[in-house]
């Protein structure tokens, strides 16, 4: 059974996590995400589900603005192969949230733990880290401790380092 927002923000609230939540028009992307910058402090993320060769999933939550070179991504994660997107049933049937929506928060779904969660060291940095709370129309700001606590919780240590790739967004400045 798939997680609603308001069972997500109750497991926090559990776990004496605390989160502030804006309410927005649905966004899909990042760039349409880019009007809701004025209202939300801190690190906002992009977040990708991905599958290796083998079929293994993972979860990659890096600065929306951050590059991400997905034909090396595999090498810094330990994945088999490249990595491609998850189709849209995948993300629905093992993160429960719909395309638009990929969240860290989704680990609450994922009960069989078969997604490997990576969040990016610069996007961890931020006092405060935004994603969706599993559903595109609002953001839920959390201190980067918490979503680990959040994240180990649900059974998923997430690895955090260096996945963005620097040269890659120094080409695309």
């Not at 810094?76 to 629905?92: E, N, P, V």
């Not at 490997?116 to 996007?123: G, W, Y």
């Not at 998923?156 to 120094?170: L, Q, T």
């Amino acid at each position: 059974m798939t997680a609603t927002r308001t069972e997500l923000m109750a497991y926090l609230d559990a776990l004496g996590v605390r989160t502030s939540t804006i309410e927005h028009p649905a966004v899909f992307t990042v760039a349409e995400s880019a009007a809701l910058r004025g209202r939300i402090a801190g690190g906002k993320s992009k977040n990708l589900l991905l599958k290796d060769k083998k079929g293994r999933l993972f979860m990659l939550s890096a600065e929306d603005d951050a590059a991400i070179d997905l034909k090396r991504l595999h090498e810094k994660l330990g994945a088999q192969g490249r990595l491609s997107f998850a189709s849209a049933d995948q993300l629905r049937a093992v993160w429960g949230v719909e395309p638009g929506s990929v969240t860290p928060f989704g680990a609450i779904n994922d009960r069989d733990g078969l997604v490997t969660v990576a969040l990016d060291a610069a996007l961890m940095a931020h006092d405060t880290v935004n994603f969706h709370p599993l559903e595109n129309t609002a953001t839920t700001a959390i201190a980067p401790g918490d979503l680990i606590r959040f994240l180990q919780a649900t059974g998923h240590e997430p690895m955090v380092g260096a996945f963005a790739d620097p040269a890659v967004a120094e080409a695309g400045d």
